[in-house]
């Protein structure tokens, strides 16, 4: 099993920072919000998006499937009582000359294999919609 490891700590009444590896991502803990800055509903779309996105990354070469770039729009809805994300949708952006099939299937495996993006399906509604690039 992988396991993974996250710091995150205080530094003053507008931010906190997390920290993992090598990296620090300073976060949004401000009650009136920052604009330089994810709030805890934004990093949990980013990480959906990133899984995605990496599940992209480790599909496509054991399939096969040929691309040029990959983009991820969310959209999360959140209800006020109890707090909670209700919803959360996506929509899948690739650019590729590869068939719907394809794609399709591109889709399927990284809805099968995503950690997060399953992790998030079995807490709350994940729908969403991969397409080819205009």
Known sequence: MLEYRVSAHRLDAQRSEATT????????????????????????????A?????GIERVAPMINFQFDGVEVKL????????????????????????????????????RKYGTISNTVAKATRLEGKIRRAN
Request: aromatic residues 2%; proline residues 6%; glycine residues 2%.
């Open 21 to 48: 590896k090598q990296a620090t991502l300073t976060l949004d803990t401000d009650i009136q919000g920052r604009p330089d800055a994810f709030n805890p509903a934004e990093l949990l779309l980013a990480a959906i």
């Open 75 to 110: 959209h999360g809805i959140r209800q006020d009582a109890p707090p909670m994300m209700t919803e959360i949708n996506y929509e899948i952006i690739v650019q590729t000359t590869e068939d719907d099939r394809r794609l399709a299937l591109l889709h399927t495996n990284v």
């Open 50 to 54: 990133a899984c995605m996105i990496k």
